[in-house]
């Protein structure tokens, strides 16, 4: 997702670890934000990562409230467009870049 530059932020169980409360995740939770462009690089970043027999269209990106599952757990990978309470562009600006 970064080679794509994907807009994107780790939610979930990898960000709460990463900021010192590690949990037990069968996950990796991505938030990814809702445009035509940045879903054209999602789709063309999980055909990349292998993911091309999904045939998943840019056009469930673009919507609200929803939530891909890719491959099953602990090796899962979710991708979701929102998050209750928060906007995806106000979380982007205070995001931590890091390897994990």
Known sequence: MN????????????AV???GYPRPTGDIDIWV?????N???IVNSLEEFGFSSAKLSENIFL????????GNPPL???LMTSAT???FEECYERKVVAEI
Not at 3 to 14: A, E, F, H, P, R
Not at 63 to 70: P, S
Request: glycine share 10%; charged share 30%; no cysteine.
């Open 85 to 87: 309470g928060v906007s």
């Open 39 to 41: 879903a054209l690089k």
């Open 76 to 78: 899962r990978i979710e």
């Open 3 to 14: 080679s794509n530059d994907v807009k994107y932020l780790v939610v979930g169980g990898y």
């Open 33 to 37: 934000m809702i445009s035509k462009e």
């Open 63 to 70: 919507e609200e409230r929803k939530l891909v599952r890719l």
């Open 17 to 19: 670890g990463f900021y």
